[in-house]
């Protein structure tokens, strides 16, 4: 499974990244504290404003295995609504499977699948959104990933 998150206004190329404030550029970690230790981000004196991230992954199958899914013939039932569901799930418990994460009141998540006949793949992308004072990008990289793991 190969994975890539976008975030609304940023490009893959150029992520927004955050900085150390002294104004020379220099990227810094922020889930590490002074002494390297983890922790969690303190967002309380940030505002809300609208979050939205989308994240995509593509799950590779194999020819048998894709005409399977692909005319709904797996034993196990159907697969593609089964992920579809799992990723749903799987962008609302974020806070539970990545300890750092804040626990959001998602207000949509979206998972999309899309079989890919040319290389008997299933494109699956997810999308997160929240009104809050972090980003949504974990959710959606989670939408997509237990989506592709379920798959």
Do not use: W, Y
Not at 124 to 145: H, L, P, Q, R, Y
């Amino acid at each position: 499974m190969a994975g890539d998150a976008l975030l609304l206004g940023s490009t893959p190329q150029q992520p927004a990244r955050p900085t150390n404030g002294s104004g020379d550029g220099q990227p810094v970690l922020t889930h590490v504290d002074s002494s390297g230790q983890a922790k969690m981000v303190d967002v309380s004196s940030k505002n809300d404003s609208t979050r939205v991230a989308v994240a995509t992954c593509r799950v590779l199958l194999g020819q048998k295995a894709f005409d399977l899914v692909a005319s709904n013939q797996i034993a196990k039932g159907d697969v593609l609504t089964v992920a579809k569901i799992d990723g749903i799930t799987g962008a609302k418990q974020t806070s539970s499977l990545i300890p750092l994460c804040h626990n959001l009141n998602l207000s949509h998540v979206r998972v999309d699948l899309t079989l890919n006949e040319e290389d008997s793949s299933v494109m699956i992308e997810g999308e997160a959104s929240t009104s809050g004072k972090t980003g949504v990008e974990m959710e959606a990289m989670t939408a997509v990933a237990i989506a592709g793991l379920s798959l």
